[in-house]
């Protein structure tokens, strides 16, 4: 038995929003079970407060909470309301390479960021005369060859994890858990490793 | 002499990507100055590697050092290319957060979250059959009037920190500093009034 089989893994990701989110939630937690993680959750919903702004300090505190709790992330970062992944995911991924836990992330848009970027701008990116790769906003578009903003992409490698597209082909559809699953798989191989 | 005299802050935004980003960033340095505080940056860009992938990595390793080596941030949270912050600017504010230093942000947008994407799906946001505040695409909407996601608004206002935005009125143009210097300034009492 590794030491992996009762780590705890934070759940990151827009399905909250969504509107089968429910659902897949469960899904993802049902999938992390099978590979042998703890999906950590909060406990504590009973006491939320009644208003807005209150309630909205309340579930941040609790989130904070579950994430210093859990030994690992895995983070759906596939583009939320627009070219980048959802703001949210990307502070709690953020937190926990701060606090230096392995992270994990998928993305169900095979595409690069600048490649998204470069098709809502009709394919018109470019490097400019100022030796810069701007799109027609004028707006510099970074060129890595990530799934998105260097700091998720890049803080995710430092920490051992992967994160996770499809190989080419469509955007896949949000209830199309592959790319979770090869997050879970690559966790297990990582904290297998770890362990042996 | 107050302690904060010396404090290094950490300036997150996104305007390495704008058209004017230099002129912009130099100005916020030159501002944090007289506000007393020194403007963290990395200093060691001699090196970056030339491969797409490998210097996003690099940068993105840069980025942290000065993070840990930051006392506080301050994070440009206007909407980015979208209806929210930068993504490489939330994960950011929210290593930062997990690192407990005070984060303050700014957005030159006045509105709430909610009030965004209203105003994107044409007003039609409301309290749907599952009593659920959904848009027309039926995504739930966050609705805590906050600037933002709860996990940037609420993460800031846990360590003391505030959100500036206009108090109503248009988007205040990019080169329009006034919320950074409401952050400095609000920055500036809290460390003051821990030092005295």
């Keep these: 038995m590794s030491q992996g089989k009762n780590m705890k893994v934070y759940l990151a990701g827009p399905e909250v929003f969504f509107a089968n989110g429910e659902t897949l939630i469960q899904r993802k937690r049902a999938l992390t ?10 406990m504590g919903d009973a006491e939320i407060p009644d208003d807005k702004f209150g309630s909205g300090l309340y ?13 690992f992330v895995i983070a759906n970062i596939t583009p939320f309301r627009g070219f980048a992944a959802d703001v949210g995911t990307s502070f709690e991924l953020g937190f926990m390479c701060a606090l230096n836990r392995p992270a994990f992330a998928y ?13 809502h701008f009709g394919g018109t990116l470019a490097v400019r005369e100022d030796g810069v790769f701007r799109a027609d ?5 970074e060129y890595h060859d990530m799934a998105d903003n260097l700091m998720l992409d890049g803080g995710i490698a ?3 994890g992967i994160v996770a597209r499809p190989k080419s082909g469509p955007l896949l559809p949000a209830d199309d858990l592959s790319m979770f699953e090869e997050c879970l798989s690559a966790a297990r191989r990582f ?3 770890k362990s042996q």
């Design 59 to 71: 579930i941040s505190a609790a989130n904070e909470v579950v994430m210093r709790d859990s030994d």
């Design 158 to 160: 430092a920490r051992g």
């Design 191 to 193: 904290f297998d490793g």
């Design 33 to 42: 079970l099978q590979y042998g993680f703890h999906p950590n959750i909060w």
């Design 137 to 141: 906003d004028g707006q510099m578009v």
């Design 107 to 119: 993305s169900n848009d095979p595409r690069h960021y600048e490649e998204r970027i470069a098709g």
